[in-house]
């Protein structure tokens, strides 16, 4: 398929996420919002942004956690049963630099033979930010405060804490490449 419309997205999360999870759909909501603050950065790939905001957490409905591990079980589920535009499965699958928490679980190697890294690193970095600056519940936040939240509510011996403490520099370095084209609009890039 072509790539989506942003409303079937927010129609496929609220379907998975709403019922089952309303915080984790609160903060898919407020990850979207962030998604059309970079508008102006992106340009036309905005619509892909959004469509990856509203979808990136939605591998955590019960009902799709295949593996526990669940940018994994997202990017699966959009493209076997939706036919989901590659672009869009590949980024869910790697969002907020999951190739590290793949590696956590023995999944690396699994992860980027299925949904290998978009070449374009601007879209990339611009899901870290949105999802990195946007609290579990949907608020505004810094990535400093939100990396901290993530391992105190996992435990820093935990897999899910291990991994963001690996992955912290890169969320940092990432979010400020995104601050600084929003400095510096129209364009990036
Ligand atoms: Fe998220």
Redesign the pocket.
Known sequence: MSEQPTSWARAVAANELAGPLPSRWA??QG?ADRASCLEGVLGHQVGLLTCAALL??VGYAPRLAATGFHPLDGARFLRDVHKADDGLTRLVAN??FALLEAEERGLREVLEAEFPLLEDRRVVDALVWC?MT?TPDGGLTTAEARVAEILGRYGAGSVVGRFIRRASPEISAAVARVEAALADQPRWG
Request: glycine share 0%; hydrophobic share 10%.
């Open positions: 903060h898919t990850v990136h957490d969002h907020s999802d946007t």
